[in-house]
């Protein structure tokens, strides 16, 4: 079946535009939560720090992991996965038995996901494993590679890297420049695979994903299930409309999520919310979310930040504001933000927590109350107090982000949905029982569409929502208005 084919039964087609190249279009309406697309990867590879917790075939968390008994480098979560995976394996793991006798280092993952491309098309080119629609070489070869505006510094490390894989493999089968174009491909084509709650897990390809273009003000979602990867619609999707997700950190201003973008996939970013910035209206946000705050105290207007001159005005009533102070102020914050993070790293919480506390009050003085620095210095500190068992003050911390989460995501973005989920726990464990229903309630809303409502992250957040609405209802009927907390339902 071709590609085309496969698209029209799922309700897409694929068109080509101008600058954009090609875009993946719904030839349907796809309503919010539905699957619009999921795929396998191609290839994938588990980060360093994943593959002693996760099964190399399914990336899943296992506390009952078996190491491949011969190369003793990867591990599977039961006796199917491991013999699902021996095909695609075999050759790796003589590659990693090769390397333990020579003493030599496991190569870094990017390197053994270009292996792994390179060793399964060999097996489907020879027919060991066979090739379906979306899982073939031919549409990992349509993505694009960007090679000519890739710097040189880049293809000289792809080069080298191009001749360890050569090594890696029978050389006989590979072709250096192919592979030097498969890693620029995968530089720009492949997706880091994450856990429901976005922490990073692993790298995978997946090419007809890789098709969907990247909006700033995205109408789906890209989200993992183990390594599955499944793209979901944020809102109704009209019949004709192109399929966006985004590529890159959402918070930021323009400014900065054009440079990311341009830096990782070389183009310029043209979606509705960057066109605002060209128009006047996005001058403010951008200001706000990234910029300082204007100095008049009744003003909640704000500075751009990315100015040279040494006096600057606010967007709002246009009064002026030092630049020059107001950035160093910022330097001298940003020190503070490093030396916390380095203690966050070597699990230093308590001196980790004051570290950030310095900052965020320097950061206050400075940033506009929905600024993206200050959420981030604030939803750090909400994790540490967290795992300092700090539940009032990881609370307090929580609620001052939200409405920064707001501004900055979308309402509908899944990481919004987390954070009113954080809310939710932290006042279930202070014994909120109403409080915590509304917040869980809030975060299932966006989470049953991003996440679907068959997830394990939404199945155990309708657990606690159901155990706070009982413990509610149960509070409004007691006639003395009071509850134990930590009293098992089940028993009342
Ligand atoms: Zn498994
Ligand atoms: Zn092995
Ligand atoms: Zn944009
Ligand atoms: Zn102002």
Known sequence: MSLEKFLLEQGLRISIDGTKGRCLVADRIFTPGEVIISQEPYSSVLDSSSGNRRCDNCFNLSS????????K?????CSSCQAYAWKRHKSECQMLIKLNEEKQRTPPPSLRLVVRLVIKRILQQSGVLSTTADDNFEIVEALPTHFSETQEERLVLYAQMANLVETIVAPSEVDLKDICQL??????NAHTICDEEFRPVGTGLYPVISIINHSCAPNAVLLFDGKRGAVRALQRIE??????????????????????????YYFVCQCQRCMKMETGEGILEDAILEGYKCSVQQCNGAVLSGTDQPGS??????SGCD?????????AANKLLDEANTATKSKDDAPARKLFEEAEEIQK????????????????????????????????YCLLTLPAYERAYSLKSPLVGLQYFSLGKLQWFLGNSLEAMRALTRAKGILSVTHGSSSSLV??????????????????????????????????
């Open 64 to 71: 009952n992991l078996k190491r491949c008994s011969a190369c």
């Open 73 to 77: 480098s990867v591990r599977y979560c």
């Open 183 to 188: 890693f620029c491909r995968l530089a720009c």
């Open 239 to 264: 019949k004709g409309t192109e399929v966006t997700i985004s590529y890159v950190e959402l918070a930021g201003s323009t400014k900065s999520r054009q440079q990311a973008l341009k830096e990782q």
């Open 313 to 318: 005005h606010c967007v709002t009533c246009g």
């Open 323 to 331: 630049i020059k102070k107001f950035k160093l102020s910022e330097s």
């Open 365 to 396: 003085e400075i940033f506009h109350v929905h600024s993206v620095h200050l959420m981030r210095t604030r939803d750090a500190l909400m994790k540490i107090c967290m795992s300092l068992k700090d539940w009032q003050s990881a609370l307090r």
């Open 459 to 492: 199945r155990e957040l309708s657990g606690t929502l159901q155990e706070a609405t009982l413990e509610s209802a149960y509070k409004d009927q007691s006639p003395y208005g009071l509850v134990s907390m930590g009293m098992d339902i089940s028993s009342l």
